[in-house]
């Protein structure tokens, strides 16, 4: 539990703070007895502005992969041994640290706890320097206890600190501090003696000490440059690795994840958030803490877009917006990088971080981020693509398969009434005169009507495959509903027309359609619902809102199972498939209505009807009739036969059959 | 003087029905039709027919199923099978031989030759046996 070690780190703080805070008290009492007496105003100031500005140069060591920042404040210790009681020593050391707790804003925790380190280092120190020294001032004689009281505030330095991060990073304590140890003996070496030259030179007048200047800038420049060398090195080296970490394929919400938790990683922030831009222009992102990785609010991604700004290809360190408080608390900065300009994808990085840590700008680590950034929205859309050509893909395959199935099931739909038709000629020829005039009249009557099946099913695929590809035209025009229902009447066969009603119909209802094709839908349901619904009346229904118009056809047959409504506008259901073969169904019908009625911007519907059967819809968009002209309203009446080629009219489609089926009924 | 030859055909399409019952009885063959897959070898033991002839896309129970069934049972498995389908691929052929058929013919069929292929097999049914 992250929350739980939080807690452990703060307890941890407060612990040390009681216990420096101890220390000083009951060494101020020690020291009481050897007490210098305070120091001038001016020595005071000196003392605590040279604390404060060493403070203020922080240099680094690395010991076996470990880097330690340290700063010359032993240095100044020190001279202040031969100047201040253990006391003022403490006093001005907290002093100088006062001013960084100030100016870097650091929580009150943090401050409290640097500020009582400082001071239990500067009265231990100063206590044992006092003890060991008696009081002899300058000479060989003091270098030990000079040496000797530095190493007391190294180690009152280090103790707490080792305790804090061993909590923090729930390491055994021996274990961060042997890590430490070595360092620290390596600059309370150095920062002792050179104060001790310091403290010398300073005896022969305040003029010497400037010997001392050159020494101790170059010890701080050389560092210097070697810390942003070894910065250099080591930023090329993180990078490298999350580089090839983030380069293994990932989803496309996992890139942002994983995205976002490297950048976290590589400026040891404590939350990071990544937002990419997809191909509508809308923003995504997702958030990386310690805790683990999650989404973001939009109001994120807008405040995380405008930090980012413009600023195509570079990083900037800007403050933290009052919105994240919750994702980052400690944060006082916000780094953010932009993918450059050109970018396959456009990607923006923010890390949270604290500047205690060192402000990115100086390190270098902007550079890091804008770097990674760069990477991340190659690999972002990377995965894009590719999760794109895998669907492409997959609904090819999908389509393709279905293609197939279709052409599979066409062709075997084909070779029933062709078997029929040709078994019944062949038979003819063959037995010749050995068939009665029955059987001759019977196989007759069987292949005209399966060469009938055929013409309707090769009808129906034709049409499919125009539908399926666009290449229905339509013809669309303003049709009067009650005119449209009079000719559906009148084309209706023979024995259906007796069963259909036609309910009210509104006089003012009107629609844009395709006449024909509308017609076709409605006179297919109209078969359809004579096919499976063979008793009871079939009804028309024709109503109309303000801005719809719907045709129901209503039967009160046996109804098909909710389960089932959907299904029977797919290619090749049929549901009861005994009835249908006898019924000569192609199993196309619903499936072109449904295709046919979305082409002309309508809805093809099934309900059930109440007390039992089918009500198939469909719904118009309704048009004013106040706005037909002439020439409109003159289409609107009956139209005459007319003949379009492969796609003929739908009417003549539906009643072919009706009349080749019933034979006797035109013969006299 | 022989006994009349008699066959079993089974197929959901009247149309094919009655074309194959029409061809058959001008050959004297005696048929007997079923509509679907079900019961079809109960029909077996019972007709005691010397050829079945099985549509194989038939609603609830396809040709198949029942083509297994007949091989599976002692009592059926020495009548000669004829899948008459429009399942016409070579994979589709394949997988009829899997299960079990004697014969294979696609539709749309040549009457003559179903005639032709049906005396063959009636007329040898020694010869099948063995092979079989």
Redesign the interface.
Known sequence: MPGSRERRVRWTALAIIAANVALVVALSLFVRSVHHGPPSLMRFFVFASAFALVGAMPMRLDFSEHHVSFTLTDAVVVIGFFYLGPLWLALTATAGELAPCVMKRLPPLKSVFNLSSRAAGGITAGATFVALNAGRGLGPASWFPAIAGAICWGVLNILPVAAILATAEERRYEQTLSRLIPTTAATTLLGASLGLLVAELLRDGALYAILALPVVLGVWLTNRDATHQRDEHLRVGRLYEATARTAAIHSHLDILAVVANEARSLLTGTAAICCIRDETGRWTGRTSRSTGTGGTRSSDVESILNCAGHDYGNAKSVAVPELFRGLAPDADELVVARSPQGSPAELIVAVFRSSADGRVTASGLGETLSAFAAHGAVIASNVRLLSKVEQSLASQLEANKRKDEFV?TV??EL??????????A??LL??DD??SPG?RD??LH?AV??GQRLQLLIEDVLLVAAAEHGNLATEMTTVIAARFAEDLLADLPDDLRLRVHLGNTPVDAAFVSDRHRLHQIVMNLVGNAGKYAPEGPIEIVISSSDDEVSIGVVDHGPGIPASDRERVFDRFIQLD??ST??QGGTGLGLFICRKLASQLGAALELRATDGGGCTFTVTLPRVSLRRLNDQELAENRPSPTSTDGLLRRPNELMRRPASVLAPAASQP | MTPQLSCLFVD?????R???A??LS?EGVKVHLAE?GFGVEDMVRSLHPDVVILDV?M?GRDGYQVLQALKASESTNKVPVVLLT????DAEIWQGWQAGADYYLT??????QLVHYLRLILTQPETELTAG
């Open positions: 599979a062709s075997h070779r029933t009434p062709l078997t029929v038709l040709l078994g019944a062949q038979t063959r037995l050995r068939v059987e019977r196989l069987t009507k399966q498939q005994t073969r006898s | 959901d399409d009247p149309g094919v009655e074309l194959v029409l061809n001008h679907n896309m609603p429009a399942k016409a691929t539709k749309p069929f040549n009457v003559d």
